[in-house]
C-alpha cells in the first residue's frame, strides 16, 4: 500500500475504496460532523416526542425540515473530503483508477438528487 504525506495528512491508495476506510480526514473536521450527528439524534428525539406527544403537525414537519437541513451539511462535508482527498487521488491516477471514480461519482450525485 503506497503512502504519501500530504498537508499533515496519511494518504494511502486505499483512500475510499477497496478496504473502505476514509482517510485524509482532518480531525477537527471529524470532530465537527460527529457533533453534528449527535445534535440530529437529539432533534430526531424530540421530533419523536413531538408525536407522541400529538403536538401540530406544522411544528413537527417544521424540524423534520431542520433535521433534513443538518444531515445535508453534514453530507456536503463528506463529499468536499471525499471530492478533495479521495476522488483527487484516484482522478491524479488516471486508468482505470479514475474511470471507477468517475462512476462512483456520477452514482453518488444521481443518489442525492432524489
Given at each position: 500500500?503506497?503512502?504519501a504525506k500530504k498537508a499533515g495528512l496519511i494518504i494511502t491508495?486505499?483512500?475510499?475504496s477497496g478496504g473502505r476506510k476514509a482517510v485524509g480526514v482532518d480531525p477537527k473536521i471529524r470532530e465537527a460532523n460527529l457533533t453534528?450527528?449527535?445534535?440530529i439524534e437529539g432533534q430526531?428525539?424530540?421530533?419523536h416526542k413531538m408525536?407522541?406527544?400529538?403536538r401540530y403537525c406544522t411544528d413537527i414537519i417544521t424540524q423534520v425540515s431542520a433535521a433534513q437541513q443538518a444531515l445535508r451539511?453534514?453530507?456536503r462535508e463528506l463529499m468536499r473530503n471525499h471530492l478533495?482527498?479521495?476522488a483527487a487521488d484516484a482522478v491524479r491516477a488516471g486508468g482505470e483508477t479514475a474511470?471507477?471514480?468517475?462512476?462512483?461519482?456520477?452514482?453518488?450525485m444521481y443518489k442525492n438528487v432524489r
Amino acid at each position: 500500500m503506497a503512502k504519501a504525506k500530504k498537508a499533515g495528512l496519511i494518504i494511502t491508495e486505499e483512500c475510499c475504496s477497496g478496504g473502505r476506510k476514509a482517510v485524509g480526514v482532518d480531525p477537527k473536521i471529524r470532530e465537527a460532523n460527529l457533533t453534528r450527528l449527535r445534535r440530529i439524534e437529539g432533534q430526531i428525539r424530540g421530533i419523536h416526542k413531538m408525536v407522541e406527544d400529538d403536538r401540530y403537525c406544522t411544528d413537527i414537519i417544521t424540524q423534520v425540515s431542520a433535521a433534513q437541513q443538518a444531515l445535508r451539511a453534514v453530507g456536503r462535508e463528506l463529499m468536499r473530503n471525499h471530492l478533495s482527498h479521495c476522488a483527487a487521488d484516484a482522478v491524479r491516477a488516471g486508468g482505470e483508477t479514475a474511470e471507477a471514480m468517475y462512476d462512483e461519482l456520477l452514482d453518488l450525485m444521481y443518489k442525492n438528487v432524489r
